[in-house]
């Protein structure tokens, strides 16, 4: 069976449009659903550290902030697995701290001021960078795009061979 060419024409062109906008259409959703964006900042972090009294590290374990005379939480985490637990508070102290174990083991004691020094810095070099991405997201689109373009009018041109 043998297309006419103004047949070969518009289905080519129909195939390029459709090729275009199903990849421009499916490009900025599937790129942002895998994709994850960080920031790295310095900022001033609480770090209280938790061991056993045999010094083994109290790790894994929940621990909870409380305002004073409150019963609900306003931040709750896990102690890393040397028994830090750190927080960065959105308000000031007097906070009340709590963490018990399964085991029955735990502390419940207030915060009513922060030391002056910091416990724990990072330095910024250490920290990965958010600027990372080896490729801007602008650029993947466009290379997409492009890639859809380029197939389409090779589409096109082995169709006009195939006549």
């Known amino acids: 069976m043998t297309l006419r060419a103004d047949t070969r024409r518009r289905l080519a062109f129909a195939s390029a449009?459709?090729?275009?906008?199903?990849?421009?259409?499916?490009?900025?959703?599937?790129?942002?659903?895998?994709?994850?964006?960080?920031?790295?900042?310095?900022?001033?972090?609480?770090?209280?550290?938790?061991?056993y009294s045999d010094g083994q590290a109290y790790a894994g374990e929940s621990f909870e902030l409380l305002m004073p005379g409150s019963?609900?939480?306003f931040f709750r985490g896990t102690t890393d697995?040397?028994?830090?637990?750190?927080f960065v508070p959105d308000r000031p102290p007097p906070w009340r701290f709590r963490s018990f174990a399964a085991d029955g083991h735990g502390v419940d004691f207030p915060i009513d001021r922060l030391p002056q020094h910091a416990a724990l810095t990072v330095a910024p070099s250490a920290a990965p960078s958010a600027t990372a991405e080896p490729w801007p997201r602008a650029l993947r689109i466009l290379g997409g795009v492009t890639i859809i373009v380029v197939l389409a009018s090779a589409l096109r041109i082995l169709l006009r061979r195939r006549a």
């Not at 459709?18 to 920031?39: D, F, N, Y």
């Open 71 to 73: 019963t609900q939480a």
């Open 17 to 51: 449009v459709t090729c275009l906008l199903a990849g421009v259409a499916s490009t900025p959703a599937t790129v942002s659903a895998h994709e994850v964006l960080a920031r790295v900042s310095r900022t001033d972090a609480v770090v209280v550290v938790l061991a």
């Open 81 to 86: 697995p040397q028994g830090h637990a750190v």
